[in-house]
Structures are given as structure tokens and as C-alpha cells.
């Protein structure tokens, strides 16, 4: 990733609540920059193969705010933008 915001031999893991009160812990995958924005891609233990991708923004020392994308075509972007860098590594 562009920019990792962890450390690779200890995961960090978050867990995500959503609309429904489901609740699944997600591995942070890694951050990385698009179009000057920060996005976050997130990988669920649901036993899946989905990649969850935020927008992610620091709010102090080790916090952090996922921002759910609602525009669909940044969405595409950002989706086509993480793919383009996991064929580089």
C-alpha cells in the first residue's frame, strides 16, 4: 500500500458496527491516497473474500474516522485505484 498505518507482524483489527447492529472485526489492510483523499481497506474475519474501502481521516493520536463514500462514481475510483495498487505488489 501507498502509505501503511500499521505494523505488518501485528495486525490491527477494528471492529465495524453497522445500520443492523451486525457487527464483524475487520483486519486493517492499509491506507492509501487518491485524488488527495485517504482512504482505509479493510479485510472483514467473515471468512470472505470482500475488501471493505472507506474514507479515512485522522482525528488525533491513533483515532481515526472511517467516511462512508456515497458518491458512486468516486466510489468506482477508489475501488479501481486500490485494485491498480494490490497489481503492483
Not at 485524488?35 to 467473515?46: H, M, N, Q
Not at 485522522?58 to 458518491?71: A, N, Q, R
Not at 486500490?82 to 505488489?89: N, P
Amino acid at each position: 500500500m501507498a502509505k501503511d498505518k500499521y505494523n505488518e507482524e501485528e495486525a490491527d483489527i477494528i471492529t465495524l458496527e453497522f445500520d443492523d447492529g451486525a457487527e464483524v472485526e475487520c483486519e486493517i489492510m492499509g491506507v492509501f491516497d487518491y485524488e488527495g483523499k485517504e482512504y482505509i481497506a479493510l479485510i472483514p474475519d467473515d471468512g470472505s473474500d470482500d475488501v471493505y474501502i472507506y474514507g479515512y481521516k485522522e482525528v488525533g493520536d491513533d483515532e481515526f474516522e472511517l467516511v462512508d463514500i456515497e458518491d458512486d462514481d468516486e466510489f468506482e475510483k477508489v475501488v479501481a485505484e486500490f485494485d491498480k495498487i494490490m497489481d503492483e505488489e
